[in-house]
Nanobody, 123 residues
């Protein structure tokens, strides 16, 4: 079993910053791509950013230049540094990861999702 646990969400004023963390634990062989999605009420879940095991990154245009994704492979953790936050960034943020897991009869790759953490940007 693999679990993703997120933390770091909260209420901030426009222009403020937050850092989200997501720790992956369980029967892990290795982790390929890790990423962050977000979903606002009444909206579709959208991709925010992703990072490969080698450190290559992609960002949605809406967050480019303001958000930074990073990972610590030794800690099986992915981070999202969020700066210059705007009200339109308000959403539940979810981390996900493609994980090679120990399984019978052989290892397999599976996507996993965190439970989500609320980010609210408001005055």
């Amino acid at each position: 079993q693999v679990q993703l646990v997120e933390s770091g969400g909260g209420l901030v004023q426009p222009g403020g910053s937050l850092r989200l963390s997501c720790v992956v634990s369980g029967s892990i062989i290795s982790i390929n791509v890790m990423g962050w999605y977000r979903q606002a009420p009444g909206k579709e879940r959208e991709s925010v950013t992703s990072i490969t095991s080698g450190g290559s990154t992609n960002y949605a245009d809406s967050v480019k230049g303001r958000f930074t994704i990073s990972r610590d492979n030794a800690k099986n953790t992915v981070y999202l540094q969020m700066n210059s936050l705007k009200p339109e960034d308000t959403a539940v943020y979810y981390c996900n990861a493609w994980v090679w897991v120990r399984a019978s009869p052989s290892p397999r790759q599976q996507i996993y999702w965190g439970q989500g953490t609320q980010v609210t940007v408001s005055s």
